[in-house]
């Protein structure tokens, strides 16, 4: 089954932005470096071109995704008209203060004490929104926690007499389109845990590390066989890590919670899950899936 998560509070903030929005001269969206086709919230977009507002995306925890990949997306985002991308990392100390710089480039009529240039700080939730304004601001300003949803009101904070800065609540969407990005968004902690089961969606981001980073796969649980699914990997992990059930069986969910967190805390090695190329070739095979689902049209009641 598809995952989603829309909770009410998101509702809330989603009004909120759209309001904020009008006195907004560039949108800052914060992405996961690891999945940065998935982490793009379409309300964001949207709210953004209806007002024709500069947009700065930022591939943020860059220090755990695949460098070389990471240049693909930079490169991809960068051929966007209005649009620059950039990468960062927030536990760098001098990446965040990059884009204060950017920020004026999109927006060069503004900047001065009579027109300060306004931004505001969007993305999904868990993507580094706070900690990103933290260190712009150089002080703890705003509650950081590696967990989705621990923002749950805007914050506006005055950086000088010519720029403030707005951080928001993480915000999902009513309806994630393709099924696959809620796998990732799930996988990445970006999504609240009660939407998801643990185990199907290890078994996902499973059947993705063998395909692509089996060497960091084998590097860190010693697996005799590489030649396996999402699922036999986990099976593997709890059989090495010893966690057996009473009726013989092993404990699937512990090896699930196991990969996810040691994929999550950068563990395994530096990951992206997705290109730019393999998110095209996911848009057109989904959504030939998704018109198929559709009932014909005309149809006769
Ligand atoms: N490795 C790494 N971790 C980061 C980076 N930036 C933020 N984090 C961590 O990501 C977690 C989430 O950070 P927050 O700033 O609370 O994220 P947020 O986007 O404000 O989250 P919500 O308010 O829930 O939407 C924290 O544990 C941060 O320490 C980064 O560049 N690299
Ligand atoms: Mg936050």
Not at 51 to 75: C, E, F, M, V, Y
Not at 110 to 123: A, E, V, Y
Not at 147 to 167: S, V, Y
Request: with cysteine; net charge neutral; charged share 25%.
């Amino acid at each position: 089954m598809s995952i989603q998560w829309f909770p009410g509070h998101m509702v809330a903030a989603q009004k909120k932005a759209a309001e904020t929005m009008e006195f907004t001269d560039v949108v800052i969206e914060v992405l996961d470096a690891r999945i940065p086709g998935a982490s793009q919230n379409p309300m964001i977009k949207e709210l953004g071109a209806a007002r024709q507002r500069g947009h700065l995306k930022i591939l943020n925890k860059s220090d755990l995704a695949d460098p070389n990949i990471t240049d693909q997306w930079i490169q991809y985002f960068n051929k966007i008209p209005q649009t620059k991308a950039i990468a960062i990392s927030c536990k760098k100390v001098n990446e965040p203060k990059k884009i204060l710089t950017l920020c004026k480039t999109l927006a060069p009529h503004r900047g001065d004490t009579l027109k300060p240039l306004r931004m505001m700080i969007m993305g999904v939730p868990n993507v580094g929104k706070s900690t990103l304004m933290n260190a712009i601001l150089n002080r703890r300003i705003a509650k950081v926690g590696d967990e989705p949803a621990i923002t749950k009101q805007q914050q506006r904070h005055q950086i000088n007499d010519h720029m403030i800065l707005i951080d928001t609540p993480g915000m999902m969407w009513p309806k994630i389109r393709y099924s696959s990005d809620g796998d990732l968004l799930a996988a990445n902690n970006n999504i609240g845990k009660n939407a998801y089961f643990d185990e199907e969606v290890a078994e996902k981001l499973g059947s993705i590390l063998i395909e692509h980073y089996p060497a960091l796969i084998n590097a860190r649980y010693k697996l005799e066989n590489l030649n396996i699914d999402g699922i036999a990997l986990l099976e593997s992990i709890a059989k090495k890590k010893g966690f057996p059930l009473k009726n013989h069986g092993v404990d699937m969910e512990r090896a699930a919670i196991t990969l996810l967190n040691d994929y999550r805390q950068g563990l395994l090695g530096r990951i992206s899950l997705e290109t730019p190329e393999s998110r095209m070739l996911m848009m057109s095979h989904q959504t030939e899936a998704i018109e198929e689902e559709k009932p014909p049209e005309n149809l006769e009641t």
